[in-house]
């Protein structure tokens, strides 16, 4: 086992909100079990939450949707670590507007997983990371842009 742990990739977590009861509608299902098939990323826990309109908190695994709300993301749930506790979920509950639901997805980025282990192995360690939002790097782009001349940007094309 810590031949495995040694090896494993850095890890991610993201909740993604729908508005209404359903997941995405079975539109994200098939994204997702393309980046595992291709060894992308392992997935390691998925709950799936549905908040009422009076704010009532109903959460479900993987074997309690239908089958239509998740494709052959289904076959992942013998895989999968259970790393949320029931404290993490109730915390990232908070973040779910009324009347709509989520999906939690934890998952191992198994790409970056060689760079990880040669990084131990040398001794290095990860002290910080983080994530900038899509919609932050979009609005830089454009500010850029923005503030380019025009002989900048025929240069730039």
């Known amino acids: 086992m810590a031949e495995s742990l040694d090896e494993l990739g850095p890890v991610d977590w993201l909740v993604v909100e729908f508005p209404g009861p359903d997941f995405g509608k079975g539109q994200i299902a098939p994204f997702l079990e393309d980046l595992v098939k291709r060894d ?84 290095g360690q990860l002290v910080a990371s983080g994530r900038i939002p899509t919609q932050a790097v979009i609005a830089a782009f454009e500010a850029d842009a923005e503030a380019q001349s025009p002989e900048e940007a025929k240069e730039g094309a």
């Not at 959460?59 to 670590?81: F, H, Q």
């Not at 509950?93 to 989520?102: L, N, R, V, W």
């Open 40 to 123: 992308l990323i392992r997935v390691l826990d998925m709950v799936f939450l549905r908040k009422t309109d009076d704010g009532t908190l109903e959460t479900a695994e993987i074997s309690d949707l239908d089958p239509s709300e998740l494709g052959e993301v289904r076959m992942a749930e013998a895989d999968l670590a259970m790393v949320l506790s029931e404290q993490d979920v109730m915390d990232l509950a908070e973040t779910i507007a009324p009347g709509h639901s989520a999906a939690v997805l934890v998952w191992e980025n198994q790409w970056a997983a060689p760079f990880g282990a040669a990084v131990r192995k040398a001794g």
